[in-house]
């Protein structure tokens, strides 16, 4: 079982930078691929972004790559998410997941998530 805080969202303008944050509880977090997701209003939850167990492999949504880094400290069971140049169309609930099968979280069904965090940007 594993458990995902997120944190770090807020509201900024447009071309500026946010980091996120996902902590998980539990002492085998490196045995998991962790991943990004995001829901705007009105609209179905989306991929953005995952990373595998060991941090060596990433993999990117099209409309963040270039913009957005995952990133993650397996000493401190902490995935992160630094976005830059934001634009308005990033306005949404980020979610952080996990699953042991990289495959699992970037189709879009990983076992575990997050309750969300709000990410506004402004134009």
């Known amino acids: 079982q594993v458990q995902l805080v997120e944190s770090g969202g807020g509201l900024v303008q447009a071309g500026g930078s946010l980091r996120l944050s996902c902590a998980a509880s539990g002492r085998t977090f490196n045995i998991y691929a962790m991943g990004w997701f995001r829901q705007a209003p009105g609209k179905e939850r989306e991929f953005v972004t995952a990373?595998?167990?060991?941090?060596?492999?990433?993999y990117y949504a099209d409309p963040v790559k270039g913009r957005f880094t995952i990133s993650r400290d397996n000493a401190k069971n902490t995935v992160y998410l630094q976005m830059s140049s934001l634009e308005p169309e990033d306005t949404a609930v980020y979610y952080c997941a996990a699953d042991t099968s990289s495959r699992t979280v970037r189709g879009g069904t990983p076992s575990y998530w997050g309750q969300g965090t709000q990410v506004t940007v402004s134009s």
């Open positions: 990373i595998s167990p060991g941090g060596g492999s990433t």
